[in-house]
């Protein structure tokens, strides 16, 4: 059974930072492409960073240069860096493998966490 568990979230002032984390059971973790979503209030969950078996890493335009993805396969956990934080980008975050594809709404192979909830706001 597949289990991913996000958390780190909080709130953040504009221009803060947080650092996020999802721990990864029941999969082979190191054989796969992992990314983080998100979902602000009305909005479609969206795609934000992935990162390769092999450490390539892509970025939507919005949080390019302000987030790092990375990834530990020894402890099959993700990671997601966040500086420089603007509120949009106020949303619950997760951590999925995305299914293969192009654009930020691609769908998940596994079911969702719980997710963890970043609010920016001063």
């Known amino acids: 059974q597949v289990q991913l568990v996000e958390s780190g979230g909080g709130l953040v002032q504009p221009g803060g930072s947080l650092r996020l984390s999802c721990a990864a059971s029941?999969?082979?973790?190191?054989?796969?492409?992992m990314g983080w979503y998100r979902q602000a209030p009305g909005k479609q969950r969206e795609l934000v960073a992935t990162i390769t078996s092999s450490g390539s890493k892509n970025y939507a335009d919005s949080v390019k240069a302000r987030f790092t993805i990375s990834r530990d396969n020894a402890k099959a956990t993700l990671y997601l860096q966040m500086n420089s934080l603007k509120p949009e980008d106020t949303a619950v975050y997760y951590c999925?493998?995305?299914?293969?594809?192009?654009?930020?709404?691609?769908?998940?192979?596994?079911?969702w966490g719980q997710g963890t909830q970043v609010t920016v706001s001063s």
């Open positions: 999925n493998r995305p299914t293969s594809g192009s654009g930020p709404y691609r769908n998940p192979y596994y079911s």
């Open positions: 029941g999969i082979i973790f190191s054989a796969y492409t």
